[in-house]
T-cell receptor
């Protein structure tokens, strides 16, 4: 069964420093997608970054990068130059393999990591 | 205007009451999903739908039902609400595809439901 594990319930980081949020996954499918979402205190889910299992390079989006280590089944989110507005809960999610009619597109989420940025 | 809207945004109800949460989208997506979020558990899938005639149970569908009234509307009902259904509920949409590809899910703002 597919599973996402985020082992850090809460983390602190000093403003302007980089921080890594851990995510490991388990799947037997060769094809999958990995997502990171941010959830601020207001509650909405904000998409940050995506990594496909066949992507050769690590995904980057502005200050966000995904450290994808396929052999270790890890997909850690790296936030560079942390800002106070980065304080939020972060979710790692995996989309199951998508081929033809079996493509449900549903996401499996980890438990989340709460990040607090200190001024 | 938001692409995915949910109503109500907040609701307090009593045990045994029937509750309907509504979701509408203007993205033109075929696929719609309902998730619930509980502290420490992340989001879990309740139901999902590929089109008006195709509705499927997720991992935690007991106690819930859904209706896909149109491509753009997907409602979640709690037939007889109980306190452990107190949670944050999200509707999401995505485009359908026959091939593996990036396919972001777009989330609504969430409905915070409290069952007393």
């Amino acid at each position: 069964a597919q599973k996402i594990t985020q082992t850090q319930p809460g983390m602190f980081v000093q403003e302007k420093e980089a921080v890594t949020l851990d995510c490991t996954y388990d799947t037997s499918d060769p094809s999958y997608g990995l997502f990171w979402y941010k959830q601020p205190s207001s509650g909405e889910m904000i998409f940050l970054i995506y990594q496909g299992s066949y992507d050769q390079q690590n995904a980057t989006e502005g200050r966000y990068s995904l450290n994808f280590q396929k052999a270790r089944k890890s997909a850690n989110l790296v936030i560079s130059a942390s800002q106070l507005g980065d304080s939020a809960m972060y979710f790692c999610a995996m989309r199951e393999a998508s081929y033809g009619s079996s493509n449900t597109g549903k996401l499996i989420f980890g438990q989340g990591t709460t990040l607090q940025v200190k001024p | 205007d938001a692409d995915v809207t949910q109503t109500p945004r907040n609701r307090i109800t009593k045990t045994g009451k029937r509750i309907m949460l509504e979701c509408s989208q203007t993205k033109g997506h075929d696929r719609m999903y309902w998730y619930r979020q509980d502290p420490g558990l992340g989001l879990r899938l309740i139901y999902y739908s590929f089109d008006v005639k195709d509705i499927n149970k997720g991992e935690i569908s007991d106690g819930y039902s859904v209706s896909r009234q149109a491509q753009a509307k997907f409602s979640l009902s709690l037939e007889s609400a109980i306190p452990n259904q107190t949670a944050l509920y999200f509707c999401a949409t995505s485009a359908g595809t026959l091939t593996f590809s990036y396919n972001e899910q777009f989330f609504g703002p969430g409905t915070r439901l409290t069952v007393l």
